[in-house]
């Protein structure tokens, strides 16, 4: 974990008109995912002049955007997905903020914006969740999810990075991403469309390449499929990652293996997590180039036997079956024994259950 600078001094407004306890405590017993959102946020703005200035947390609400401007017609935009953990003991934690901070700025550097400070990044993260540390759920798998994003605000039409940006962070209460237990899910393997390729902005996180993976997850609701997998560009042969997840197959000797970073991958902060994780449990772990027929002959054969993906949200996700026109193969009902080892390490060190040797956690209030 690198030192950063001292956070720059945000100013805090309080809204007049905070949800009720009440109101509030119906939300945080079943807030379900992304339904809900507290009561401030955040709003920073870059220009060449001035640089990043006017950082406040402030009441959560609409903004104001002229038709003209820039990012509803160029989609020069980018985002990140956290969140926050209420412990045992009352204090709220965010996990690896400073990575999240880092690939903040790669995206930004792909898509020609201000690349924001590490200290502007989780102040401005630490000072929206405290000021709203009351809607941090606790119990179970809840959390605060927490948004930060940055979007082209000038009010001009041409092709050229916007000379002003807003920087937002707003936050959203999630329940368990599996209310019943951890199910495995079906991927539809998409043929016919690409998430990202070699070149593009598949390693940077922007709304662009969510909106293009829209189609064929829509393709793989209609086979039944609860995801969709995508495959490389240009041989339409190698495993790359689902609409919003990365994959992961463990082999029959305890080895783990996961698509290996080429561009078109986005670098998942959980991604690098599992396989730290992993190798302290004392499984092999390898990055390199997974083809889709060693995916499916894997399964198929015993030789892959368990196969699961990670995300922000869903954090470990089983993968049950894989299907596609004209077959499937499945690693059967129930989530293996590696998948949820490795999912309630992770999920130990995120709620303060077990020990954070790689000092992960980052202590918000």
Known sequence: MHAMTAAPSFTVDLTPTPTS????????????????????????????????HDGQVH???????????????????????????????????????????????????????PELPTEWFVGAVDETIRTDRGWVPSGGERSLYVRPFMFAS???????????VTFCV???PAGAYFTKGVKPVSIWLS?????????????????????ASLLPQREAAEQGCEQVAFLDSVEHT????????????????????????????LEGITRSSILT?????????????????EWRDGVASGRIAEVFACGTAAVLTPVGTLKWDGGQVGTGEQAGA?????????????????????HWMHRVC
């Not at 709220?92 to 914006?113: D, G, Q």
């Not at 994780?277 to 027929?293: F, M, N, P, Q, T």
Request: glycine share 10%; charged share 25%; aromatic share 10%.
């Open 170 to 172: 707003i936050t959203s």
């Open 191 to 211: 043929t016919d469309y690409n998430r990202a390729g070699a070149g593009g902005t598949g390693a940077a996180k922007c709304g662009g390449n969510y909106a």
């Open 277 to 293: 994780l992993a190798e302290d449990l004392g499984h092999k772990v390898e990055e390199r180039r997974v083809s889709i027929e």
């Open 338 to 358: 590696v998948t949820l080892s490795i999912r309630d390490q992770l999920l130990d060190v995120q709620y303060g259950r077990a020990e954070d040797p790689h």
């Open 59 to 113: 009441a959560y609400g609409p903004l104001s955007l002229d038709p003209a401007t820039a990012v509803l017609h160029y989609a020069q935009e980018i985002f990140e997905g956290m969140k926050a953990y209420a412990h045992a003991d009352g204090s709220i934690w965010t996990f690896r903020p400073e990575a999240n901070a880092a690939r903040f700025r790669r995206s930004a550097r792909r898509l020609a914006l």
């Open 238 to 265: 190698w495993v790359e990652e689902l609409g919003g997840m990365n994959l992961y197959f463990v082999f029959d000797d305890g080895s783990i293996v996961t698509p290996e970073l080429s561009g078109t991958i």
């Open 21 to 52: 306890d009440e109101r509030r405590r119906q939300i945080l017993e079943a807030p379900g995912f992304g339904l809900h959102f507290s009561d401030h946020m955040f709003t920073g703005t870059w220009t060449p002049d001035a640089g990043w």
């Open 154 to 164: 000038e009010v001009f039409l041409g092709v050229r990075p916007s000379q002003r």
